[in-house]
């Protein structure tokens, strides 16, 4: 993630040759990995995206819990770009289009047409239908989820602070769904934002009224990783005070509360709470839909074992949109390294395509996998058996993410904030933006804007 700003070689021009146009859709992590290592052959690239921006998506969870800033984990596409001469950027939604044409249609209603097309759209939030999570529950898979959760905390206080009796109603009070990696790391932040930053900022609120609850529907926290480090973030959340609910299903999300059943607090039973953030599961972007490719499992994009889409051959599919197996038939994990290498490979297939060459299969290496589970705790699967967890696995944990983080500026403005967070316990970016103030204008204003989780019907 770190070649940002390559040389800038400005490709001869000639005006009657049309250049082979590869569009790459989605400036995600598998995106950009393909869009960058197109850097060495002669192809036009235009990367569209929805958003004029890059997500660095493993740390949304520290911008819901105001231990960074929006800015921290984003970066503008265009400038990813600006020294990568045969690449243009388009901000547009891709909604449909033809792929037997070769076309692709935006929202503006303008079409796209391309030689080779990567599918790089990523994923959004799976509410299996449970009732109720769409209407009142917030994701965390886009910049504007992450910003809309810690507006709804820190609204809630605020309205706490103003009227204590609400609190029994569970204003002050956060559950969340999803025991992998995602929900255990916002279970830690959250818990950390309410006890040593809201305890300062709310001195009259009785913050031990406050709780903070994890369900899980398995019977460990992080399935992916050994069950012994799933229980090491268990037995580390819940000395940090988070109550964790094993083998526990949320079967129903009301604006104040969450009915969930489960071995420790029965069938049907209601936890007051105003904010309830889904981490529970993703499903491929609508996009696979809309191109009635959604055949997969979550409406991920099946693909042959070098990542092009079945009777397509010049349609790559990469990173969280595609059902792609290993060698043994195993699904590959949705996660940060499989979509990159994935990018790399379709680029180096699009570049053997040109030189009359056959393409070939992908091989993903497996580094390892990470969970933060607070301050100064983190567990770590690598290679070869080999596990780390406590302060070990957070250091580790900490130079991965700033190595893979976007662009100088934000490695040092994360470096600069938790260095900060760390040796004074605050956390700088508690904001609520000014739009949007109040309980009652930030839950509907600030729904997921990813596909996943739809603002309610006014
Ligand atoms: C909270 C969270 C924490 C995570 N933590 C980790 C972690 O610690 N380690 C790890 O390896 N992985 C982690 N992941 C998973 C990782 O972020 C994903 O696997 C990865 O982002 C997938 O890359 P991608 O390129 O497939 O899609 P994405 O990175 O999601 O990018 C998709 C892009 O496509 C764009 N897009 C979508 N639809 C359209 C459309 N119709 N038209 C135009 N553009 C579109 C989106 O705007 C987005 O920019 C985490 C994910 C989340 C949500």
Known sequence: MDRLHTRRRRPALDPGHRRHHVVVVGAGFGGLAAARALDDVPVDVTVVDAHNHHT??????????????????????????????????????????????????????????????????????????????????????????????????LSCFEEADARPELIDDGLLNVVIAGGGPTGVELAGGMVELIEHVLRHDFPRLDLRRARVVLVEMGDTLLPPFHPKLGAKAKATLERRGVEVLLGTTVDQVHRTSVVVSGPLLGEGAVIPAHTMVWAAGIRASPLADALDLANGPAGRIPVGDDLSLPGHPEVFVIGDLAAATDHSGTPLPQ?????????????????????????????????????????????????GGLRLSGLIGWLAWLALHLVQLVGFRNRANVLVNWAWNYVTYDRASRIIPEAEVGPEQVTPAFRSDSGGIHPPEK
């Open 335 to 383: 996660v940060a390294p499989v979509a990159i290498q994935g990018g790399t490979h379709v680029a180096a297939m699009i570049h053997r395509r040109l030189d009359g060459e056959a393409t070939s299969a992908f091989h993903y290496t497996d580094k390892g996998s990470m969970a933060t589970v607070g301050r100064a705790s983190a567990v770590a699967q690598l290679p």
């Open 56 to 153: 660095f998506q493993p740390l949304l969870y520290q911008v819901a819990t105001a231990g960074l800033d929006a800015g921290d984990v984003t970066y503008a596409a265009r400038g990813i770009f600006h020294r990568q001469a045969n690449v243009s950027v388009r901000m547009a939604r891709v909604v449909g289009g033809d792929l037997d044409g070769r076309t692709l249609a935006l929202a503006d209603g303008s079409e796209l047409s391309y030689d080779h097309l990567v599918l790089a759209a990523g994923a959004v939030t799976n509410t299996y239908g449970i009732p109720g999570v769409a209407e009142h529950a917030f994701g965390l898979k886009s910049l504007r989820d992450a910003l809309a959760v810690r507006a709804q905390v």
